[in-house]
């Protein structure tokens, strides 16, 4: 089963603490390209999403983005005793040192233990986090089956239009074949008397031999049954199947080239519109 590289997951999360949003979305890339948005609060994430990431996923550009929403503000509250303790310092202070000057409000606030904020469990939200990347990567992977089936209906849909063009070729080839003998008679009716009758017929047969597609055509067939089995393998295939592109296209150009009808010409043209369709799927398959 082939997997595309396309597709996007979202995955959201809200709790005490607040709320995280997740989303994934990868498109098609020769390697494995990651890259992380996260808050800072939960930066620590990021290497067990990339671990996770690579053991799952084989090429592709991938985005992930993490967002968090506390669901208060950070909150601040004074440490009554030890401002307590505190304040009897200084009292003590003032009474020994009467001439030290005393902190006003603002660094009574600053001194370490007097002011304390209050904000979500931090832990909790990572665990959380952790759960629900997991979510969006199983839905990333869910839609990356999906979008790869649906290339491989339309990859096998070409496929059935070059097993028909290449049947039609060679269903047609004897004729094609024997127009091709007389067309070369014809064009050296002229010299005929001049050359002698063995000959004469070495070349024609050489010309035949240099015509004759049967070779080209049953490669094509053999490179076709080959992409027809890679779209049914596990694991990345796509640049199997890239390859196999690049072989059906230089036997499709042979086959133009050796053309001398416009038979064989018309179902060359054809069959690179075939190939380079199928190539522009295949750009999008693991």
């Not at 089963?1 to 005490?16: I, N, Q």
């Not at 992380?36 to 930066?43: A, C, I, K, N």
């Not at 993490?66 to 505190?86: D, Q, W």
């Not at 001194?111 to 990333?140: N, Q, R, T, Y």
Request: contains cysteine.
């Amino acid at each position: 089963m082939v997997h595309s590289m396309t597709a996007f997951a979202r995955a959201s999360r809200e709790a005490d603490w607040g709320s995280l949003e997740l989303e994934l979305r990868s498109v098609n890339q020769r390697y494995l390209d990651l890259h992380f948005r996260l808050p800072e609060p939960l930066r620590s994430l990021e290497p067990g999403y990339r671990d996770a990431l690579r053991q799952r996923l084989n090429r592709g550009k991938v985005e992930c983005t993490l967002r968090f929403v506390p669901s208060k503000g950070e909150t601040l509250s004074i440490n009554a005793e030890r401002l307590a303790g505190l304040a009897e310092a200084l009292g003590e202070l003032r009474r020994a040192v009467p001439e030290a000057a005393m902190p006003d409000a603002l660094a009574l606030l600053d001194h370490p233990g007097v002011l304390e904020s209050s904000g979500p469990d931090i832990d909790e939200v990572a665990d959380s986090a952790k759960a629900l990347f997991k979510e969006a990567l199983d839905a990333l992977l869910e839609a990356r089956a999906r979008e790869g089936t649906e290339l491989a209906m339309l990859i096998r849909s070409r496929l059935t239009a070059v097993r028909e063009q290449v049947s039609e070729v060679k269903g047609q080839l004897p004729e094609i074949l024997n127009r091709q003998r007389d067309q070369l008679l014809a064009r050296l009716e002229t010299v005929r008397a001049e050359l002698e009758p063995q000959r004469l017929e070495a070349e024609l047969t050489l010309m035949a031999q240099k015509a004759d597609v049967d070779e080209e055509l049953d490669r094509l067939a053999t490179h076709v049954d080959e992409v027809e089995r890679q779209l049914t393998l596990r694991g990345p295939v796509g640049r199997r199947l890239d390859f196999l592109m690049q072989e059906l296209n230089r036997e499709a150009n042979t086959l133009s080239s050796k053309s001398v009808v416009a038979e064989t010409t018309r179902s060359a043209v054809e069959l690179k519109v075939l190939i380079e369709q199928m190539r522009e799927q295949i750009q999008n398959i693991e």
